[in-house]
């Protein structure tokens, strides 16, 4: 019963971060998941972009490393606010009611991805 989880093809952490602080804790971060992960770097975003309400770079990782990757970002977040979702094929569905976050829940503009 319940959805499919093999229509998962894939993961993003979206990192984010609003002032010099939060970003010098958002390049340690990066540079933890480069280390130790099989994970792609998304560019830096200084400020918000699409649906996100705040500077952020996106992590891009395969299911299989998820187990590994979230536990980390758990224990190694540095205080900042971390939204995990899925890769379905539905936008709005995997940034809402599918997401995961780590800290605060922001508010995401829905109406972006509803655009799309």
């Known amino acids: 019963m ?7 093809t894939g993961f993003h952490a979206h990192i984010y971060f ?5 970003r010098d804790a958002a390049t340690q971060v990066r540079s933890g998941l480069a280390a130790n992960f099989d994970v792609r770097l998304g ?3 200084e400020q918000p972009i699409g649906p996100h309400p ?3 770079y996106q992590v891009a990782f395969s299911p299989n490393e998820f187990s590994h990757v979230v536990p980390w970002l ?17 936008d709005v569905e995997d ?3 599918h997401a995961l976050w780590l800290g605060q829940k922001l508010e995401l503009n829905i109406e972006f991805l509803r655009q799309l």
């Not at 319940?2 to 998962?8: H, L, Q």
């Not at 609003?18 to 939060?22: G, V």
């Not at 758990?74 to 539905?90: F, V």
């Open 95 to 97: 940034h809402t009611s």
């Open 74 to 90: 758990m224990l190694n977040r540095q205080g900042l606010d971390i939204l995990i979702h899925p890769e379905t094929g539905n």
């Open 2 to 8: 319940g959805e499919e989880t093999s229509r998962i």
């Open 43 to 45: 560019r830096w975003h």
């Open 18 to 22: 609003d002032d010099p602080a939060s």
């Open 54 to 56: 705040k500077a952020m």
